[in-house]
């Protein structure tokens, strides 16, 4: 094989997003931000007034999306219906209420068939939180990248500008109260799959984790 598939799957703040791009550049292969899918759709029932709860309305909802991967430099662009959304889909509304919206059987089964679709060619690095277990259950590479929730709650503090100030201890609740909504819903949870390697980046930085990654990738093909 000269192209493989590489899951990566984790909670929130991890550090998976910005893994999954640097080993996507280094590799010469594409980076798909499965996250990203989830908050286009909330964002687009947002707007349309649809509840969490309004599964029907969701069906309908995902059945007309149109939804476009745009891979850059800078990692991945996300059209929601010929509109740029990248940027407001990282708002706090949208965090706030996605893993309401993923929890929906339409909306996983919608995206789960558009992120095989992208893979059937090989050469990608996905991250999500059911890639390893369902959307590619035959990935060739599976990492499951965590790191305690202190950690992650520290690094997104680091993040944060005076205008968008939130203090560290109300950071750590929200994720913490993602992770558990992710980990208890009923149609693919985030668990780690059996075949994954776990990864704890709780003491390594971002180079590291990339490079061992990329070790890994190397040993596959
Ligand atoms: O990765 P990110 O934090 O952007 O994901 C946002 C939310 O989307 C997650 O908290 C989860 O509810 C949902 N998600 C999912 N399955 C995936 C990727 C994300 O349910 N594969």
Not at 10 to 23: F, H, L
Not at 60 to 88: C, F, K, S, W
Not at 121 to 132: N, T
Not at 149 to 160: D, G, N
């Amino acid at each position: 094989v000269d192209r493989i598939n590489i899951a990566i799957d984790g909670p929130a703040g991890a550090g998976k997003s910005t893994v999954a791009r640097q080993v996507a550049a280094q590799l010469g292969y594409v980076y798909v931000d499965t996250g990203a899918m989830y908050r286009a759709v909330t964002l687009l029932a947002q707007r349309k007034g649809i509840e969490p709860s309004q599964s029907e309305a969701l069906r309908a909802l995902v059945r007309d999306i149109d939804l476009q991967l745009i891979p850059t430099a800078a990692g991945q662009m996300i059209m929601l219906h010929n509109e740029d959304v990248t940027e407001q889909l990282r708002s706090r509304e949208v965090t706030a209420q996605v893993s309401h919206y993923a929890s929906n059987e339409h909306v996983r089964t919608k995206l789960g068939e558009m992120q095989r679709q992208l893979a059937e060619q090989k050469g990608i690095v996905m991250d999500g939180r059911d890639i390893g277990t369902h959307v590619l259950p035959n990935a060739e590479l599976k990492v499951f990248l965590t790191a305690s929730v202190e950690e992650r709650a520290r690094r997104r503090h680091r993040e944060l500008t005076e205008s968008n100030y939130v203090p560290l201890k109300q950071l750590e609740e929200e994720i913490a109260a993602r992770d558990k909504l992710d980990e208890t819903r009923e149609i693919a949870p985030l668990i780690q799959a059996g075949d994954a390697i776990l990864l704890d980046s709780s003491h390594m930085n971002i180079e590291e984790v990339v490079a061992y990654i990329v070790k890994l990738s190397q040993s596959k093909l």
